[in-house]
């Protein structure tokens, strides 16, 4: 069975930079879409950025574009989120999730990232 492990979240000051890591084990990662989500305190789960199995495709939310970038390693089974410019709401859960087609999704824990004003 898949899993995914987030980690990287923090406290950080509005203007800030955090990096979050996903370690994934259990599936073929290389075959994966990877994506981050986040869920902002009372809202619902969003996408903010999503990669292709070979990392050379990416895609963003409007509201983080140009201030986030996702990228993985397969050889390393692990993806991350550069965050930068953090504004306070961006403050939410972040989750790592795993996509291929009608296969299982998995879904890591999630990491609290907060960001003070």
């Known amino acids: 069975q898949g899993q995914l492990v987030e980690s990287g979240g923090g406290l950080v000051q509005f203007g800030g930079s955090l990096t979050l890591s996903c370690a994934a084990s259990?599936?073929?990662?290389?075959?994966?879409?990877m994506n981050w989500y986040r869920q902002p305190p009372g809202k619902e789960r969003e996408l903010v950025a999503s990669?292709?199995?070979?990392?050379?495709?990416?895609s963003y939310a409007d509201s983080v574009k140009g201030r986030f970038s996702i990228s993985r390693i397969n050889a390393e089974n692990a993806v991350y989120l550069q965050m930068n410019t953090l504004k306070p709401e961006d403050t939410a859960v972040y989750y790592c999730n795993a996509e291929a087609g009608s296969s299982p999704q998995f879904w890591g824990q999630g990491t609290q990232v907060t960001v003070s004003s």
């Open positions: 990669i292709n199995g070979f990392g050379d495709r990416q």
């Open positions: 259990g599936f073929i990662f290389s075959a994966y879409q």
